[in-house]
């Protein structure tokens, strides 16, 4: 494991001059269902997560379903449990059988702790599922030696041994990655981890390649960029998250997963109906998703 320091969050209260995008619909709620605490510390991780003094607190069980419910209320589509890590969850199985019941619904883990026991449960619960069950699993690389130097050491073998236990149970999953350390001239990281994953059995590769966003332990790969009004000339909001997702996590909601828990950027102290306003893009990651079309959500 990674022995990193948590980075303090930095307050992004937006200015006067910062751009706001209107809400249109609620399609996503993302959960922070344990907060910043992790069992690995990647070193590009963006809300700098980790084993040791999490800055961002877990949420308790009634308070994930009291939003589960007020979400049903409100027409959301989707249901996305992430962290930290949230298999550390005492009660995740529990609480993804609740959403099951409401939504499509996917939980983003590092894979590393599921082993078999866990899968057959996930077997079960989408099984028996009204809805969909979206399993994503973090790999940053095709080998273990570049993936173990970002992720901590062991960490490529646990994740790539729970990939095959999800497919050897039909239980196909995204695997997503950070475009941190590929070599220069080589095939693309989509590529390499394509073929890694067909040399590994699994059929039907299933790939998500995400940017580095300059946040959490990444924050000095950013030039501080924050967008203005005149980034949003001709440009189509509909095109960033902020616009369709809300994000529980301890302390209240906010607009996206890149911003729970960030001092300045909670919409609401409680509840999901309260948040559902305008967002303003005062934080440098804000740049990010405007630059590159980056969806935390699956598609």
Same mark, same amino acid.
């Given at each position: ?45 963006? #809300? ?98 570049? #993936? ?149 959500? #699956?598609?």
């Amino acid at each position: 494991m990674l022995g990193l320091s948590v980075r303090a969050p930095r307050d992004i209260a937006a200015s006067s001059s910062a751009p706001r995008v209107e809400f249109r619909e609620l399609e996503q709620v993302w959960f922070q269902i344990t907060g910043t605490l992790c069992n690995l510390a990647c070193r590009h991780c963006f #809300n700098s997560s980790g084993p040791h003094e999490p800055w961002l607190a877990g949420l308790d069980v009634e308070t994930v379903r009291r939003h589960i419910r007020e979400a049903e209320t409100l027409g959301a589509r989707e249901f996305y449990f992430t962290g930290g890590e949230p298999f550390l969850h005492p009660e995740i199985l529990a609480l993804l059988a609740d959403a099951l019941a409401v939504a499509p619904t996917t939980v983003l883990t590092n894979g590393t702790l599921i082993d078999d026991p866990t899968a057959d449960r996930l077997t079960q619960l989408a099984a028996a599922a009204l809805y969909s069950l979206e399993i994503r699993v973090s790999l940053d690389a095709p080998t273990a030696a570049e #993936n173990d130097a970002i992720r901590g050491r062991g960490s490529f073998a646990k994740a790539l041994a729970a990939v095959r236990r999800l497919v050897a149970r039909d239980l196909y999953p995204i695997v997503t990655a950070t475009e941190i350390a590929a070599p220069p001239g080589s095939p693309s990281l989509y590529e390499r981890l394509h073929a890694m994953l067909r040399a590994a059995g699994v059929a039907r590769p299933r790939i998500k390649i995400l940017p580095v966003l300059p946040t959490g332990r990444c924050e000095s790969r950013g030039d501080g960029r924050r967008l203005t009004a005149g980034d949003l000339e001709g440009f189509d909001p509909a095109r960033l998250q902020c616009t369709r997702t809300r994000v529980v996590a301890a302390g209240g909601v906010y607009a996206c997963p890149i911003l729970a828990g960030l001092p300045g950027a909670r919409l609401a102290g409680e509840g999901l109906a309260a948040a559902l306003g305008p967002t303003a893009l005062a934080h440098p990651a804000c740049s990010t998703c405007y630059e590159t079309g980056i969806a935390c959500g #699956n598609s």
